[in-house]
Every structure is written in C-alpha cells, then in structure tokens.
C-alpha cells in the first residue's frame, strides 16, 4: 500500500514561514504522479479542513480562502514529495496538518474522497 510520511511542523510565531513535507513510499504498479495530493488540517474540536489540493504538477492548485495567497502546494513526483510552503502564519493556523492522496488526477477537498493519509504533523503559532 502507498504510506504517506508528513513532517515540517513545528512552534513559530505569528508571521513566521514553515514548509512541510509529505513523502511516499509503497508503490507498486504506479506512481505519485497518479495521484492528486491534498493537505487538510484539523484543529482541535474541529473538523478536518482542506487548505489546498493539487491534481498533476502542472494544474492550478485550489486552496481554502484562509489559506490563500499565504500558502503554497507544489510536488516534486520524481521525489515522491509533495510540498507545503506557509508563509506569514496566524494563530488560528494552529492544527495537525495531515497530506491525503486519491487516485486520479483530479484534485478535491472532499477528503472522504482520500485513499491514502499521512500521519500528521504539529503545526503551533503563537502570537
């Protein structure tokens, strides 16, 4: 099965940047590129939110209007390694992030939609 291995979070400050990462191991017969990536975040008592989602490298990615124009998607698939680069980050940004990816090309934040998740990572900002 395709396992997905997200790291990069961490405590910053108000303002401050974080690029997370999300790496994927156990293909077998195909590859990332066969697969749409998205990151979602859930805060606690919260529901799990989509904060943006990518198709094939080249596609416009989709992020959520709390994230946009502050975060970045982008994917490396000779790598294996999706990226998330957040810039000038808020206190309500605090969550677990998690990476999903879904067979097929088409990006959505319907994250019931996702086959495969990543563990998640901390991301903390405080004021």
């Known amino acids: 099965d395709v396992q997905l291995q997200a790291s990069g979070g961490g405590l910053v400050q108000a303002g401050g940047s974080l690029r997370l990462s999300c790496v994927a191991s156990g293909f077998t017969f195909v590859t990332l590129d066969n697969y749409a990536i998205g990151w979602f975040r859930q805060g606690p008592g919260e529901e799990r939110e989509g904060v943006a989602c990518i198709g094939r490298s080249d596609d416009i990615p989709y992020y959520s209007d709390s994230v946009k124009g502050r975060f970045t998607i982008s994917r490396d698939d000779a790598k294996n390694t999706v990226y998330l680069q957040m810039n000038n980050l808020k206190p309500e940004d605090t969550a677990v992030y998690y990476c999903?990816?879904?067979?097929?090309?088409?990006?959505?934040?319907?994250?019931?939609?996702?086959?495969?998740w990543g563990q998640g990572t901390l991301v903390t900002v405080s004021s």
């Open positions: 999903g990816a879904i067979r097929g090309t088409i990006a959505t934040f319907a994250w019931y939609e996702y086959d495969y």
